[in-house]
């Protein structure tokens, strides 16, 4: 079992900055790629960005510019700085990571969250 913990959201004021990051443990044998999406109140979850093995990212275009997302394999761990923060930023924020286990078997992981509210 693969578990993903987040920790690093809050309350910050509008042009702001957060950095989120998350952690896997558990029975893993290679995490392939890594990501944040986020879920606001009455809209569907939504790719924020991801980041694979090899470091190659993907973003989405309403956050260019302002999000950087990084990995440290060696800690399993993916982060999230967020600059030039906007209100329409503001939802819960979920880690997800895709690899294989210690039984080969494939695996697609969540986190719980981490609310992030962009507020003045």
């Known amino acids: 079992q693969v578990q993903l913990v987040e920790s690093g959201g809050g309350l910050v004021q509008p042009g702001g900055s957060l950095r989120l990051s998350c952690a896997a443990s558990?029975?893993?044998?290679?995490?392939?790629?890594m990501g944040w999406y986020r879920q606001a109140p009455g809209v569907q979850r939504e790719l924020v960005a991801t980041i694979t093995s090899g470091g190659s990212t993907n973003y989405a275009d309403s956050v260019k510019g302002r999000f950087t997302i990084s990995r440290d394999n060696t800690k399993r761990t993916v982060y999230l700085q967020m600059n030039s923060l906007k209100p329409e930023d503001t939802a819960v924020y979920y880690c997800n990571a895709e690899g294989r286990d210690s039984l080969f078997r494939t695996f697609r992981s969540w986190g719980q969250g981490t609310q992030v509210t962009v507020s003045s």
């Open positions: 558990g029975s893993i044998l290679s995490i392939l790629a």
